[in-house]
């Protein structure tokens, strides 16, 4: 099956800086979805980006199915930004996951 | 509202028991996941259903059975076969038909202890 490679593994950034997670596959991308991990585990939709590029607020991802990459950029960040971020690719109505990005972000 | 509601949000199993966690939507989506994370770690597929009466094997299957009777529910019973079950137990939906929209949404999640 389709492998999802994430990086950072870890990050950690001043409150105000700005971020960019990967995610790489190693097949072509069918549908992709980013998500963010609260602190209570629950795993809140950032995206649903194909292919393209999508803004919301101070968050933007893009993905290049072509390329096999997606990104992720979180712009001015916030204390509340904090906690896990995944990208999952879904083929055959299965999503497969990264393992993850952990981002923490101090006052 | 539509969404996907699991159930209980926390759940203690003693060694030997088989426990059943709860995961109903309302999005009249066609598939449905259950989905295992341990800590630090992504998430990793249990089983899978894209139509009532149907059901596939993920990538972790063993110690676990499900069902798939109604659109709305798919439950996932952690069998005392399962050796290490602690862990965050996440159910999700998407439709299934091709042609529409296939983005997944998440429960809230159980997480399940061995006592």
């Known amino acids: 099956g389709i492998q999802v490679e994430q990086s950072p593994p870890d990050l950690i950034l001043q409150e105000g800086a700005n971020s960019t997670l990967r995610c790489n596959f190693s097949?072509?991308?069918?549908?992709l979805q980013w998500f963010h991990q609260n602190p209570w585990g629950q795993l809140i939709n950032l995206f649903y980006i194909p292919s393209g590029t999508k803004q919301n607020g101070r968050l933007s991802a893009t993905t290049v199915a072509t390329e096999r990459y997606s990104l992720l950029y979180i712009s001015s960040s916030q204390t509340t930004d904090s906690g896990v971020y995944f990208c999952a690719e879904g083929s055959n109505y299965k999503l497969t996951f990264g393992k993850g990005t952990l981002l923490t972000v101090n006052p | 509202d539509g969404g996907i509601t699991q159930s209980p949000k926390y759940l203690f199993r003693k060694e030997g028991q088989n426990v059943t966690l709860s995961c109903e939507q309302n999005l009249n989506h066609d598939a449905m996941y259950w989905y295992r994370q341990d800590p630090g770690q992504g998430l990793r597929l249990i089983y899978y259903s894209q139509i009532v009466n149907d059901f596939q094997k993920g990538d972790i299957a063993e110690g676990y059975s499900v069902s798939r009777e109604k659109k709305e529910s798919f439950p996932l019973t952690v069998t005392s076969a399962q050796k290490n079950p602690t862990a965050f137990y996440l159910c999700a939906s998407t439709h299934r038909r091709p042609t529409m929209n296939t983005e997944a949404f998440f429960g809230q999640g159980t997480r399940l202890t061995v006592v």
């Open positions: 097949d072509s991308v069918n549908n």
